[in-house]
């Protein structure tokens, strides 16, 4: 699977797609949140982030656009238009790699913009992440909900590589429908 630092950028592209794009979610219409709520919503989905400008926000959600984008070819196994959008990232933000330590631990691969900015860093490395998973054998986990009504993103991290829902929830309404269905028949 994926490195912890890969998996942790895998997750919170994940968390910005889902807060930062319209959609459906769990059975229902999603609308993301716009102007003054935008930094909060980006702050939310961020780990360890306090506080973030308009301007972060808003390049953030545009980054967030681009790799829904990503997921959306993945699943529907245009792995080449995938490859486009996320070459087209790398070389906007400078992707590149840099190892990092943290106090305590050993070397850790990190990836960085071509500034230190919160909003290019961040962009950077989800670029830098799904570059890994899309030329791997891993770019099959990246998911798209299969439940009525839900377009949310995933990252299919278990281990025999079938999940098909965002949630538990989605799962369990997508089967408890399925069996309605099935006892009406």
């Given at each position: 699977?994926?490195?912890?630092?890969?998996?942790?950028?895998?997750?919170?592209?994940?968390?910005?797609?889902?807060?930062?794009?319209?959609?459906?979610?769990?059975?229902?219409?999603?609308?993301?949140?716009?102007?003054?709520?935008?930094?909060?919503?980006?702050?939310?989905?961020?780990?360890?982030?306090?506080t973030v400008s308009m301007e972060e926000a808003l390049y953030l959600a545009g980054t967030a656009l681009k790799v829904r984008r990503v997921f959306e070819a993945m699943e529907a196994r245009q792995e080449d238009d995938a490859a486009s959008v996320v070459?087209?990232?790398?070389?906007?933000?400078?992707?590149?790699?840099?190892?990092?330590?943290?106090?305590?631990?050993?070397?850790?691969?990190?990836?960085?913009?071509?500034?230190?900015?919160?909003?290019?860093?961040?962009?950077?490395?989800?670029?830098?992440?799904?570059?890994?998973?899309?030329?791997?054998?891993?770019?099959?986990?990246?998911?798209?909900?299969?439940?009525?009504?839900?377009?949310?993103?995933?990252?299919?991290?278990?281990?025999?590589?079938?999940?098909?829902?965002?949630?538990?929830?989605?799962?369990?309404?997508?089967?408890?429908?399925?069996?309605?269905?099935?006892?009406?028949?």
């Amino acid at each position: 699977m994926f490195d912890s630092h890969v998996a942790i950028l895998l997750d919170t592209a994940v968390s910005l797609v889902n807060v930062l794009t319209d959609g459906g979610d769990r059975g229902k219409p999603y609308v993301a949140p716009k102007g003054e709520s935008l930094p909060a919503a980006v702050a939310t989905a961020l780990p360890g982030v306090a506080t973030v400008s308009m301007e972060e926000a808003l390049y953030l959600a545009g980054t967030a656009l681009k790799v829904r984008r990503v997921f959306e070819a993945m699943e529907a196994r245009q792995e080449d238009d995938a490859a486009s959008v996320v070459n087209a990232l790398v070389i906007s933000t400078g992707a590149r790699p840099q190892l990092d330590r943290v106090p305590g631990e050993p070397w850790q691969v990190h990836f960085h913009g071509a500034d230190d900015s919160l909003a290019v860093g961040w962009s950077a490395g989800f670029a830098s992440a799904l570059t890994l998973a899309i030329g791997s054998d891993l770019g099959g986990r990246l998911g798209i909900c299969q439940a009525r009504q839900c377009d949310r993103v995933y990252v299919d991290a278990s281990r025999n590589g079938v999940r098909q829902f965002c949630s538990r929830s989605c799962q369990s309404r997508t089967k408890a429908a399925a069996f309605r269905a099935r006892s009406r028949s």
